[in-house]
Each structure stands twice: as C-alpha cells, then as structure tokens.
C-alpha cells in the first residue's frame, strides 16, 4: 500500500523538552488516521513537522512521496484547533484567498467555493463578512478553507468540537465523503469516541513518545482480554478488598473492570461471593485505552508533589 | 512569486477598503480643501451683524474722519445678499458738560441692551506726541478684533496727518520718501545648455515651508499608515492561528514579503493621491514651476525603502508577541525611531545644510525624511550624498528584511512571553 505519510525516526527538542523522541509512522493513502494523546504531548509538533511548518531535529518525514521541503505543501491542507478567519473578509473572497494561496487558480477554485458553500448550507451567506456568522458557521467556512485546494492530505485538528449534533453530523459526513473520493485524512482529537467511530488506524503519542499505531481492532485486542463487564446481584459494593482488580469503572448498572490476574479464577471466587449476572469479557474503549496509558502514575504524581497531599 | 502577490494583493485590499483609511486618508485631501473653503467663506460672510458704536471725541476732529473712512468701509462690505462684513455706525456722543464717568456707565448700559456694540474714547491730548495718551475700547464681546484694528488704524492715520501738517510737513511728500523696499528672494540663476540664461526661481513661503512640510506629513503619514496596519495585522493573524494555516500554504519569508509589498502599494497609492491633488492645487495657483518630476521620482524611491525599512521592523515586532498589550509596550523603540526622523525633520528644515542635517540625512531610519527634505529644499544636496544614503537606507533595509524574516519564521509560531532582545538576536542567528 502506497504511504500517504512516512515518518521515521523524527525527533524534536525545544530547548531542552523533547517535544518528539524517536516517532516512526507511515499513515496508507486513502485512510483516516486518528492522532491521539494528551495536551501537550507533541501531537501538533509532529503536525507541524508534517506541515513542514517547522523542522525535526533528526529522521525523515515523507508526504506524499516528497522528502524535500515544501515541495507537497499544495496538496497538504491544515485546519487547527484554534480557528482563525479574517473576521472582516467576506466568505468567498476568504476562501478565494485560501486557495490561491495553494496555488490554485481563481477560475478553478469558483465552483469549488459554490459546491462546498452549498453542500454545507451556507450559499446565502457567501457575500457575507465572517464577523456576522455564527460560530458554527464560522466553523463551517474553516473547513471549507481547508478542503477548498481539493488537498490529498487533510490535516483536521477537532474538526467538530463546539458543533452541534445536526453540524457536526453533516462535517462528519463530509470528511466521509472526502476520504471516499481517496483524500487521506489525518484526525487529530480528544474525542475518543469520534476516532473509535471514523478512524482507520489510530496513533497515540505520549511524553513524545509513540504508545499505540494500528487498527482499533488490534489495538483492542491488545489491551482488550484483562477487562470485564459485570452485572452483580449487590452491585459494586460485592468487589469491595478483592486484590485482583486493578481499577473499576462504575456505570451503575453495571462495571467495567481491569483485572491483574486470570478472569477464570477470578470469576469463581466472584461466584463465592453473590450473583453474577453478567460476566463478559469486553474490549475497552479507546477511552478507557487512553485514561490507561495517559493517567498519572504513583511516580508522576509524587515527582509533582500530588502524591504527597 | 505567485503567492506573494496573492498576499501582497490581500493586504492592499484589506487595508484600502478600511473606513479608517478611506476616510482618513484618501477623504483628507477633499476635507482640508473644504475646511479652507468653509473657513475663507465663513471669515467674510459668517458675522455681517452691524456695529453700532459710540464716539466720545475728546479732540473734537477726529470723529468727522472717522466716521467717513466708516462709510466708505460700509460701502465696500455691500448690502443686502452680496454683504460680506458688518456695516461701521458711528455716532457722536456729547458730554453736554456731564461728567465722563456718568457717560461711561450710561453707555455701558446701552452695550448691555444690545442698543450699542462698544463704545470708544479718544482722550483730549491724543494727538500731543509727547504725551503719547492711548485710546479706550469698551465692549462686551471680546471677539471685536476687525472692529478694533479698523479703529486703531484709521484713527492712527488721521493722528499722524495732523501731526505732520502742524509741523508743516507735507505727509505725501514723507510717504514717498519713506517707501518701503520689499525684498524677494530667489535661487540661482543658470545658463541652460543652449547658452539661454534660465532665469531663477523665487523662493517664496511655499516653496520655502509648504513644499518640505507636504513632503514631511507625505512621508511620514505613508510609513505609519503601513507599519502600525503591520503589526495589528499580524498579531490578529498569530493570536488566531490564521498564521499556521498561512505557513501551511508559504513559507514565512513569502509571507513577509507579501505583506511588505502590500503596504508598499498602499503607500504608493497614497503618494498618487496626494501628488495629484498638490499638483492640481500648485497648477491652480499658477505655480506649476514647482513640481519637479524628478524630485517626484527620488520621493517614491525614499517612500518604498521606508515603507519597507519600518514595515520590517513592525512585522517582527508583532510576529514576536502574543498580544496586542506585549505589541504596546515592544513597538515603543520603533515609534521612538519614527518620531525622532519626524522631529528632527523640524531641524533639517531650520537649516538643511548644516552639519547636524547632514549627519541625520545619512542615518538609516532619518534618510527618508531628512535627505528628501533636503533635496526639496534648495539649492539641494549634492548627488554623491543622495547617492550615498540612497545605498545605505537600501543596504539596511535589505538588512532588516533579512533579520525580520529570521524572527518571523521563529516569532509566528512561539506562545507565550514575548522575547527579550538577546533572545531576539538569538533567534536571528538561529
């Protein structure tokens, strides 16, 4: 399968934070790639390196088969987290600017702006300045700025955040959409369930280090056979001191839990102790996946003061 | 290059179409024009109210002068619709052997009631030189300067006749010998390539004061128009993002570039506006020996170097903050920069060839404004100093560009604090 993106070995420091350590990644043309980790642990870095906004240290980063600065800028589209538009420009001369700066000519770009501004409902709104729309317009018109040079890879940093349902609906739809027409796109989020529901493969990246890159499915399987779903006659007050379990999360009706030890022996000392009524061994959720890796160890906190409170 | 006249054209539309520039720029021309209009119109027709005054004529001969050089005022300020000043009434008072101070008062009262303007005294020696008595306004307006003047004048004139005949001296024959002397003042004069004398210019108030201070106001109204558009453009783009979307698509150097020849147009279209409307205004007053197309030319290449020069500083500046509170107290230097090469403009002007203007007109940031007043100034600088500061503003400006896009690559993208001036240098050598 061709590589959209091929990166390997990359790091980066700021200072003396190493922002990036050592991140091999090849994301397959034609596929959404969700870029997942906490705030601050290098994801926009290695976006940015992408972007060939800024520069590793050390590795090669390939995008769209050129290794060479800038030369796949044109078919690269970014749009940040943080939108920013020329509050006082109107939409199409907006979005006329974003193209051409792709180096895309006025004459193509017209009904690109047209098709775009109508699939997602704001043709009425086209002559209009960005300070007189709504933020989920506004939003809107970010993501038309970002698809308007017909990009082969999509660089989309929460696309949906702060949309609501019926918007964030027709953007998903959209991204879909773009990837079926063969766009690769990568997903940056926190939205663990918008990545578990649109993504190909996910990447997370941790203290700039990569944790996970592969399909939900293996990613799953990986982390999936130390957790169980329980329903119990007495409810979670039934796993109260029982030292095989590492963490609960409580649902009410029913619990998920991570085990350090074997589920079979586990499930029968349960059996000893009251009614179980559900006893499953799930896959977590990249949700939990994520709280797993990312939750601040016993060393973490001490080594930041909060253990000893 | 495409795309930096893509930014370059962005920048130039976004700042024309401003209401603070069409306004403020482009209408200044037609306000001023108006406003000088609007005021010679209103200095001769706004107060047309008559002004009746009353004369206590101690001497006895100065009232009957008086009140003809009043009629002959109020003949020439016209009546009815073509009026174009108040009408002078005067009238005689009598003392009828009452005491002054009882007439004072009554006609202060008189002024109160609008019945009388003012009244004047002209005491019984006025016209004794040796005892060099003064005349008395009394008014409840203060704004009655015509009035007063007109009064002093005439009543000075008619003084000094009298004094010269009791003296037996004829005051036509006096005027005559003591006619003044005007002495204009021009350049030099030339012998053209023909053999010709080219006669020389007179230098006169406009060429002397109104020439450099268009050029001064021209130049420094077209480098604050674009820089401080810079800075404010470029911290919206950074404290939005807008940059990393934009450094996605250009690198930081074609960014900056762009912006720069964004502004460099908007001041050349502000030069165009202002030179068409000079050169109409000198065509009107039959003063087209003024405008120098070459002088016109070195202006636009002063212009562009400095549009560029601070352009660069402004944009660094900005690109380096994450606020526009940081922007304030960082962009202090580089006004202190622009604000001296105005103010010291005022010096060069004084006394445009003396050493100090010298020494100013070569330093990088003064060159615009001081060598170009200069060289409006005659008889002008030689070439080799125009020259020379012409190359190095450019070698300086070509050297802030280069810095500024070293900060830019690196300022755009930082958070946070901004740098201090070693960090600065820092980043310049990165």
Redesign the interface.
């Known amino acids: 399968m061709t590589q959209a993106i091929e990166i390997r070995s990359v790091s980066k420091m700021f200072g003396t934070h190493q922002a990036v350590d050592d991140v091999s990644l090849d994301v397959p043309e034609g596929s959404i790639y969700g870029f997942i980790g906490p705030n601050g642990s290098g994801k926009t870095t290695t976006i940015?390196m992408i972007?060939?906004?800024?520069l590793p240290d050390r590795g090669d980063i390939t995008v769209l088969g050129e290794r060479s600065r800038?030369a796949a800028?044109?078919d690269?589209?970014?749009?940040?987290?943080?939108?920013?538009?020329?509050k006082?420009?109107p939409v199409r001369r907006l979005l006329r600017?974003?193209g051409?700066?792709?180096?895309r000519r006025p004459r193509d770009l017209d009904p690109v702006i047209t098709q775009w501004l109508e699939t997602l409902g704001l043709t009425a709104w086209a002559d209009k300045r960005i300070d007189t729309l709504s933020k989920g317009m506004a939003q809107k018109v970010q993501f038309i700025?970002?698809v308007v040079s017909q990009p082969k890879l999509l660089i989309l940093d929460e696309p949906f955040s702060g949309l609501d349902p019926v918007n964030a609906e027709s953007l998903r739809d959209a991204v879909l959409n773009l990837r079926r027409h063969g766009t690769t796109i990568v997903f940056s989020t926190h939205d663990m369930s918008a990545a578990e529901r649109i993504c190909d493969r996910i990447f997370m990246i941790f203290k700039g280090r990569k944790v996970l890159d592969g399909s939900l499915d293996a990613i799953q399987a990986e982390y999936g056979h130390d957790t169980i779903r329980l329903r119990l006659g007495q409810g979670v007050g039934a796993l109260a001191g029982l030292p095989e379990i590492e963490a609960i999360n409580d649902h009410g009706n029913h619990q998920d839990v991570r085990l350090k030890s074997d589920p079979q022996a586990f499930l029968q000392k349960l059996v000893q102790r009251t009614t179980v009524l559900q006893f499953e061994i799930a896959k977590p959720s990249l949700h939990d996946i994520f709280i797993r890796i990312a939750r601040p160890t016993t060393d973490d906190l001490q080594a930041t003061g909060e253990g000893a409170r | 290059m495409?795309?930096v006249l893509?930014?370059a054209q962005?920048e130039f539309l976004?700042l024309v179409k401003?209401k603070a520039f069409i306004i403020g720029i482009l209408m200044m021309p037609l306000l001023m024009t108006g406003f000088i209009a609007f005021m010679s119109y209103a200095e001769s027709h706004v107060d047309t109210t008559d002004r009746a005054v009353a004369v206590i004529d101690g001497t006895g001969v100065l009232f009957e002068p008086l009140a003809r050089a009043a009629d002959a005022h109020n003949q020439k300020a016209g009546t009815g619709e073509a009026k174009t000043g108040p009408h002078y009434l005067l009238t005689r008072v009598n003392l009828q052997g009452r005491p002054q101070e009882d007439v004072t008062v009554e006609l202060s009262a008189r002024v109160k009631d609008k019945d009388l303007f003012a009244f004047v005294e002209f005491p019984d020696g006025l016209l004794d030189a040796e005892k060099n008595l003064p005349m008395r306004f009394y008014a409840e307006s203060t704004t009655a300067r015509d009035l007063t003047n007109w009064i002093e004048d005439h009543v000075n004139d008619e003084i000094a006749k009298r004094r010269f005949s009791d003296a037996g001296i004829d005051q036509a024959l006096v005027r005559k010998l003591t006619a003044h002397a005007d002495l204009t003042t021009f350049g030099l004069v030339e012998r053209g390539t023909d053999g010709a004398v080219v006669p020389a210019k007179e230098i006169d108030e406009l060429s002397r004061i109104g020439i450099p201070m268009f050029v001064l106001v021209l130049m420094f109204m077209s480098v604050m128009t674009g820089a401080m558009h810079l800075l404010n453009a470029i911290i919206?783009?950074k404290?939005?993002?807008?940059?990393?979307?934009?450094?996605?698509?250009?690198?930081p150097v074609q960014l900056l570039l762009g912006k720069l020849l964004g502004v460099v147009s908007v001041s050349l279209l502000l030069a165009f506006v202002y030179f068409a409307g000079g050169m109409y205004a000198l065509v009107s007053f039959g003063r087209s020996d003024l405008i120098d197309p070459a002088l016109i030319a070195w202006f636009l290449i002063f212009m562009i170097s400095a549009a560029l020069l601070f352009g660069a500083i402004f944009l660094a500046i900005g690109s380096a903050c994450s606020n526009l509170k940081d922007s304030q107290s960082m962009v202090q230097p580089a006004m202190m920069l622009i604000l001296l090469a105005y103010l010291g403009s005022f010096v060069v002007m004084r006394a445009p060839e003396s050493g100090i203007a010298v020494g100013l007109s070569f330093f990088p940031t003064m060159t615009p404004f001081a060598m170009m007043l200069r060289m409006v100034m005659p008889p002008g600088p030689p070439m080799w100093q125009v020259v020379l500061s012409l190359v190095v503003l450019l070698a300086t400006t070509a050297g802030v560009v280069w810095a500024a896009g070293r900060i830019f690559r690196i300022g755009l993208?930082m958070q946070g604090k901004p740098p201090t001036l070693p960090e600065l240098l820092k980043w310049i050598r990165l």
């Open positions: 940015r972007m060939n906004i800024i800038g800028r044109d690269v589209s970014y749009l940040p987290e943080e939108r920013g538009l020329y006082q420009m600017y974003y051409r700066l792709k180096g700025a970002a | 495409n795309r893509t930014i962005s976004t401003t919206e783009e404290m939005s993002k807008i940059s990393e979307v934009l450094l996605g698509s250009v690198t993208l």
